[in-house]
């Protein structure tokens, strides 16, 4: 503890912002910016903030029951609800129970969904500019 010498392994900066342990079940919905990991259950809709860089690993014993919309998301435990992603990573063991939403899908071998499966387009980009005039 306070005298210990030996060197403990640290956690880059940055490398989590927020973790559900294991043990952890919450209720209510979530948003968040950076990377989350999910561990125990959640109860509720979790949203990723705007940055666009923001990451959601659901593991293997962890759970969400509710919407999740992210810019990336890795499951590897069980998800209950529908899920918005613009890439989207399903290990051997996850298990969907939902929408899926996505623009690129990894999807290993051992991987369960009960749901539909829907590719997203790319958005149309709109331009800032002022609009044409019709005559």
Do not use: W
Request: net charge negative; aromatic share 4%.
């Amino acid at each position: 503890m306070f005298g210990d010498k030996k060197t403990s392994k640290s956690i880059p900066a940055g490398a989590i912002e927020c973790l559900v342990g294991e043990r952890m079940n919450i209720v209510g919905d979530i948003r968040f910016a950076g990377s989350f990991i999910v561990e125990g259950r959640i109860k509720g809709t979790v949203i990723a903030e705007e940055s666009g860089d923001a990451v959601l690993k659901l593991y293997e014993r962890g759970q969400i029951e509710g919407q999740v919309q992210v810019p990336q998301a890795e499951i590897h435990g069980e998800m209950l609800g529908d899920v918005v992603s613009e890439k989207l990573i399903l290990g051997p063991t996850a298990r969907v129970r939902g929408n899926l939403y996505y623009r690129v899908l990894e999807m290993a071998a051992g991987a369960q969904v009960n749901g539909q499966m829907v590719h997203q387009e790319e958005p149309r980009k709109q331009l800032s500019g002022p609009a044409a005039e019709v005559s």
